[in-house]
């Protein structure tokens, strides 16, 4: 979407005041306002040096400075012809004390539990109450990272959610129960899937109003198009807007109320551009990768913002230490009781301070005025902190600590004495007359109670949280090897493997933990000494497993898309010698038990597939067109190719197709959080249009992790398996 450029003189886009001497050494967040003050001795043509630097002495020049900002945010907003209407619309009002949310994974084993088979909303929310004071809206994230696996499209994934559409219209109540909102995701780059041939906004803005979500959730638009407004008005169902800043063009800021995005990280805190302009746009900062959220809180206490509690991060536990915890339960009980004040169009940032290095923002009211208070300095700061305009009768309250103040009064001002912990907070509240003392009683009290312990003596430490193998029992031992299976010898191998998630770099708690290691980690190398063992010489068929159902009438309790492809109880005709597809991990451990066999640990299919060479593909080391199905850059899943169609990509030991055909189940891992099985061999169908698709591994050194939820919901259209069987121990 194009956006208004009248506030640079050159046409071009910019979310920054302009500044020919912006020093390029003080980073500031594309979506904040750099700071220009004036410095002695260095007067250039456009007279301003940025604050970002430590050593520029703020107080100096701030007020000219905020005299400025605002002539220009009266001009600028003109200039763009600014209409304030959908912040001023009683249904949308929530959003401006959105103040905490949460992005969460619908896999997370606390929202929905996977032995009963139902959502745990309460189970979810009572934990984020217990840890830091709850929230106020949840995201529910049902499409990345395992959109891509075939061609469901976005909107056809939130129908996979346990109780297809009606089970999340019923998530949805369970939320609104608790007095929580919710927003629903849709993203620009989802093209690749299949094509409904609906746009994009008409069909979430449809969803939204049937399930009676409050919000949605732009991934990666840097503004959802005025089309998402007017498509969510015509529903009937009016919802929030809410796209990742980076940067949100200033005219979309009339109709998208919300925003999400990071944090300045300078040592000056930045001002946001977008509630310098309204003060009523909220932004839920987040930081989903951090293990220290000190300067995104800093960040949002200075700017009156909120923050995106985000720990489930596509699967990998990032939990909020205690310390984080703890300050945003304070922050948060304070900022719901004055939205009043935060939403306040005369909000004052760096209200000057007796210390450098801390910062305050001034946010006034009628009758009462609201400061918000960071120290920067890795210190305690204690004495006369700051001085305020004093009025007869007025009195005063640290927030912070839900104490009286008794200021000193001196030349019509009152000179606040308040102690601040080292990266701590401070808050103040005036009261025009003691009359209004009462009013604020409660959150006095509980302030008071929470500031019983310091926030230092709350635990920074970050660890990953551990996860578990899950047991793969051994069969009975085989001396004869079974029809149409492979017997891998004995032999010493270097299991080397890494996972290919699109996001969290080398950190620790990416993808799984193998027993010989001490956490998760995204790469691994084990050397192993295998013990024979027989594998399928192809992934189990249709054929295959049209026996096992006639044998046993297996049908699982989740029969949602379970042999999705089959017709009438049976493969359609010439799909016998597929590979069987549309089933879950327990479908394909079921099968395995009759079979007298078992599913395979990760390692023995890779080395069933690699021998002992450490070759990137079956066959060698060089990749080949005709070993492998021919790749789909469609937008539609093609039927997979028969199992023996491909000889030419065998391994050294004559296993068949286990490249690019379909994916096969191997281990399952568990952390308290999530379940998550390991996938080999990669598929033919390569969703273009983004990145962010489900990656393929067709390299025998790398793995994908498939968060699991519910068999109807893991199944899907180019997911298939083979299995294994144990040899004596002799052998």
């Known amino acids: ?255 998208n109320n919300q925003s999400w995005g990071k944090a300045s990280t300078s040592v000056v805190p930045a001002v946001s551009k977008l509630k310098w302009l309204e003060s009523r746009h909220l932004t839920n900062v987040e930081n989903r990768w951090g293990r220290d959220r000190t300067n995104d809180f800093h960040y ?81 700061i204690k004495g006369d902190l700051i001085e305020v305009v004093h009025a007869e009768g007025t009195c005063y309250f640290d927030l912070w600590n839900g104490t009286n103040l008794y200021p000193r009064i001196q030349d019509g001002k009152a000179i606040i004495n308040l102690d601040l912990e080292q990266l701590g907070y401070g808050a103040i509240l005036s009261l025009s007359s003691a009359d209004q003392a009462g009013d604020y009683s409660d959150i006095l009290a509980q302030m008071k109670k929470l500031a019983e312990v310091a926030l230092q003596d709350y635990s920074s430490e970050w660890k990953a949280i551990p996860q578990e193998l899950v047991i793969i029992e051994p069969t009975s031992p085989l001396r004869e090897k079974p029809a149409n299976m492979v017997k891998i010898p004995a032999g010493e191998f270097d299991f080397h493997v890494s996972g290919i998630e699109v996001e969290g770099y080398m950190w620790t708690g990416v993808d799984v933990q193998y027993p010989w290691e001490n956490s998760p980690r995204r790469s691994h190398h084990q050397h192993m000494s295998i013990r024979s063992f027989y594998i399928d010489r192809f992934p189990v068929t249709n054929a295959d497993y049209l026996k096992f159902i006639e044998a046993t009438a297996y049908h699982p309790v989740d029969d949602h898309n379970f042999l999705r492809d089959w017709s009438g109880g049976r493969p359609k005709a ?51 067109d005709t070993a492998v199905p021919q790749i789909n850059l469609g937008r539609t899943v093609l039927p997979p190719s028969d199992v023996d169609a491909h000889p030419g990509g065998a391994s050294p030991f004559g296993v068949m197709d286990l490249v690019a055909n379909v994916w096969q189940w191997t281990d399952e891992f568990m952390d308290e959080h999530t379940r998550a099985a390991v996938l080999r061999g990669g598929t033919s169908y390569q969703p273009q249009s983004s990145h962010w698709y489900f990656p393929q591994a067709y390299r025998l050194d790398q793995h994908g992790k498939y968060l699991l939820m519910s068999p109807g919901r893991d199944r899907a259209g180019l997911l298939g398996f083979r299995c294994v069987a144990d040899c004596p121990e002799d052998q």
Do not use: C
């Open 300 to 380: 949002i206490f200075f700017n009156g913002h909120g923050y995106n509690a985000w720990e489930n991060v596509w699967g990998i536990w990032n939990q909020l230490t205690p310390r984080d915890a703890e300050t945003l339960r304070r922050i948060a009980t304070l900022f719901r009781k004055f939205t009043n004040l935060l939403v306040s169009p005369e909000w004052e940032p760096y209200v000057p301070t007796n210390h450098q290095g801390v910062f305050a923002t001034r946010f006034p009211g009628a009758a009462a005025t609201l400061w918000t208070i960071v120290n920067r300095n890795e210190y305690d």
């Open 574 to 624: 010439g799909w016998e010698n597929k590979p069987v597809t549309w089933v879950s991990i327990e479908d394909a451990r079921a099968y395995a038990t009759w079979a007298g066999k078992r599913l395979p640990h990760e390692w023995e299919w890779q080395y069933a597939a690699q021998g002992g060479d450490g070759r990137l593909y079956p066959w060698g080391n060089s990749w080949n």
């Open 1 to 255: 979407m194009k956006t208004n450029n009248s506030n640079k003189p050159d046409g071009k886009q910019s979310s920054e005041i302009p500044a020919p001497n912006f020093q390029a050494s003080s980073y500031v967040q594309p979506h904040t306002l750099p700071i220009h003050l004036p410095t002695p001795g260095n007067t250039p043509s456009w007279p301003f040096q940025n604050i970002g630097q430590w050593r520029i002495e703020v107080n100096k020049a701030v007020e000219a400075w905020r005299a400025g900002m605002k002539i220009w945010r009266m001009e600028h907003l003109k200039r763009i012809g600014y209409d304030d209407s959908e912040y001023r619309r009683r249904e949308l009002l929530w959003s401006q004390s959105n103040y905490v949310h949460a992005q969460m994974m619908v896999e997370d084993r606390y929202f929905y539990d996977p032995v009963a088979g139902k959502y745990t909303v309460d189970r979810y929310l009572d934990d984020l109450e217990q840890r830091f004071g709850g929230i106020d809206s949840v995201l529910i994230w049902y499409i990345y990272p395992n959109i891509g696996l075939d061609d469901r499209n976005q909107i056809d994934l939130a129908g996979e959610l346990p109780g297809g559409i009606e089970g999340l219209k019923q998530v949805v109540a369970d939320f609104h129960r608790r007095g929580v909102r919710v927003f629903l995701p849709t993203m620009p780059w989802d093209n690749g899937t299949r094509d409904s041939g609906i746009p994009d906004y008409k069909e979430i803005t449809a969803l939204a109003a049937q399930v009676n979500a409050d919000g949605i959730n732009g991934d990666t638009y840097y503004a959802l198009p005025r089309a998402f407004r007017e498509a969510s008005d015509a529903t009937g169902h009016p919802v929030v807007l809410q796209p990742e800043t980076w940067p949100i063009s200033d005219d979309a800021l009339m109709w």
